[in-house]
């Protein structure tokens, strides 16, 4: 897991958000006594994401013990167009993102695709399994098709679908590039308004910042990006995650 960690922080792997969300997951799954989990990407598009989150569950499947099952869920025709001002519509324009379906497929050996439109799909997905959603990593950009995802998450049928505390990433909160300049991201629109609309319309589950971030080397924009999707309603929420002796802080210099 060193050599991960090393890999991940200090080299340029494809996708690190991806294995850094799916890491999380999987020794979460470990502590809890979970051995198999499901993590998805919500918004494929050409599939180098999801051909990027295969192969991160599949080294992180070896390095923790934990069978990860991934899942890549589209519309495959692009985005859809825009409601209004929370859309983002003066950047995002129907079509954007379309997927060549045939030719991802022969490039997947192990993810499943789910084409269909997410804000129909995603729960339906959610509750078709009975093993835990580990991390989700959301890039469809509207707020028109966050929401839904958001909602399905936050649903009182779906608790028993997820782990207690689900990694999450959120492509479209902050510009990653200089030629994104222009998408003028606020806290009014797209993806950051679905999770402050989500937070507000939900006394038991939260959508909060992975603080663990702030700690990590070479500040990156995609460390701005990584939340926690907190269920403080699910069973295992208070289980312990680490060994149960009490840690004891000694005095500098004591025997």
């Given amino acids: 897991m060193l050599d991960f960690d090393h890999e991940l922080h200090y080299t340029g792997m494809a996708k690190p958000a991806y294995a850094y969300a799916v890491q ?3 020794l979460l ?3 809890l006594g979970v051995d198999r989990i499901r ?4 918004g494929v598009a050409g599939g180098q994401g999801l051909l990027a989150l295969e192969h991160h569950a599949s080294t992180l499947a070896r390095a923790t013990g934990v069978t990860v099952e991934v899942f890549g ?3 495959g025709s692009g985005l859809p167009r825009g409601a209004d001002h929370r859309d983002v519509q003066h950047y995002f324009q129907a079509g954007d993102y379309a997927m060549d379906e045939a030719e991802l497929r022969t490039r997947l050996t192990s993810a499943q695709l789910i084409i269909g439109d997410v804000r129909e ?10 093993i835990p959603v580990g991390a989700v990593l959301n890039d469809v950009d509207l707020y028109a098709s966050t929401a839904p995802v958001l909602a399905a998450l936050g649903a009182p049928n779906t608790l028993g679908h997820l782990l207690p505390r689900v990694s999450m990433f959120f492509d479209d909160l902050v510009p990653k590039k200089r030629e994104e300049r222009l998408k003028d991201y606020s806290d009014f629109t797209g993806e950051a308004l679905a999770i402050s609309d989500f937070n507000e319309g939900h006394a038991t ?5 992975d603080l663990h971030t702030v700690t990590l080397p070479r500040r990156l924009p995609w460390h701005q ?4 999707l907190h269920r403080f309603d699910h069973p295992d929420y208070s289980t312990p995650v680490r060994e149960g002796v009490p840690d ?8």
């Fill in 225 to 228: 990006c990584a939340y926690l």
């Fill in 205 to 209: 589950a939260k959508i909060s910042r």
């Fill in 121 to 130: 799909t995603f729960e339906s997905w959610l509750r078709s399994s009975e």
């Fill in 24 to 26: 999380h997951a999987c």
């Fill in 29 to 31: 799954a470990s502590a």
């Fill in 248 to 255: 004891r802080l000694r005095l500098s210099g004591a025997g």
């Fill in 39 to 42: 993590v998805a990407e919500v």
């Fill in 73 to 75: 869920l589209d519309n």
